[in-house]
């Protein structure tokens, strides 16, 4: 089974502090993507990565930014936290063949205080 | 997607009851959706899928029906269980990105 795994589950920050989440998976996939879930939103798409090095901009990429130096990792930073930022943030990886079967982490909830 | 809302719509049904979740889609040239579930403390997890070129499709007690004409997709749960209780969302297959719903809430009560 593909693991997806999220290095915190419950955050809580001050404003203005940088924050990393990391994200890790293990079945060699080439995508990663990170969203976050806000109620009554759904899930919107902040940042994703092709390849290593490589990332595109999702839908709400302000305020954020990533890094993915090995595959298997795929961090999201966020460069000085704010009180909107608070939110659950969730991880997903897929193969690059089907990039649309996305594998999900157990997600980060973030509180900014 | 869904209409966005502060709250997520919530259907209620009785254990061994059948459930039909609703879900409307914007573009009308997507070729691809998804049925997740989420349970609470969790990430999403992949239900079934269906192509465009299929108006149904059936999984284990789980069934989804595709509208191209009215952009709707339902989910229809056979029997429903306690362990059914989550959120559940579609999503479309966009140019290179998915578009999720916002959801609905599933409550099964004894």
């Known amino acids: 089974d593909v693991k997806v795994t999220q290095s915190s589950r419950y955050l809580v920050k001050r404003t203005g502090e940088k924050v990393f989440l990391e994200c890790v998976q293990d079945?060699?996939?080439?995508?990663m993507f990170w969203y976050r879930q806000d109620p009554g939103l759904g899930l919107r798409l902040i940042y994703f990565s092709y390849d290593v090095k490589m990332k595109e901009k999702g839908d709400i990429p302000e305020g954020y930014s990533v890094s993915r130096e090995k595959k298997e990792r795929f961090s999201l930073i966020l460069e000085s936290a704010s009180t909107n930022q608070t939110s659950m943030y969730l991880c997903?990886?897929?193969?690059?063949?089907?990039?649309?079967?996305?594998?999900f982490g157990p997600g980060t909830r973030l509180t900014v205080t | 997607g869904e209409s966005v809302g502060l709250h997520l719509p919530t259907l209620s049904v009785q254990e061994g009851d059948n459930s039909i979740i609703n879900c409307a889609y914007s573009n009308s040239a997507s070729d691809y959706f998804i049925w997740y579930k989420q349970e609470s403390g969790k990430g999403p997890q992949f239900i079934i899928d269906i192509r465009s070129n299929m108006d149904k499709r059936q999984g284990q007690r789980v069934t989804v029906l595709l509208n191209k004409t009215v952009k709707h997709l339902s989910l229809q749960i056979a029997a429903t269980q306690p362990g059914d209780s989550a959120v559940y969302f579609c999503?479309?297959?966009?140019?290179?990105?998915?578009?999720f719903g916002t959801g609905t809430r599933l409550q099964v009560f004894p």
């Open positions: 999503a479309e297959r966009g140019t290179d990105k998915l578009i």
């Open positions: 079945m060699d996939h080439e995508n």
């Open positions: 997903a990886s897929t193969d690059r063949g089907h990039w649309y079967e996305q594998y």
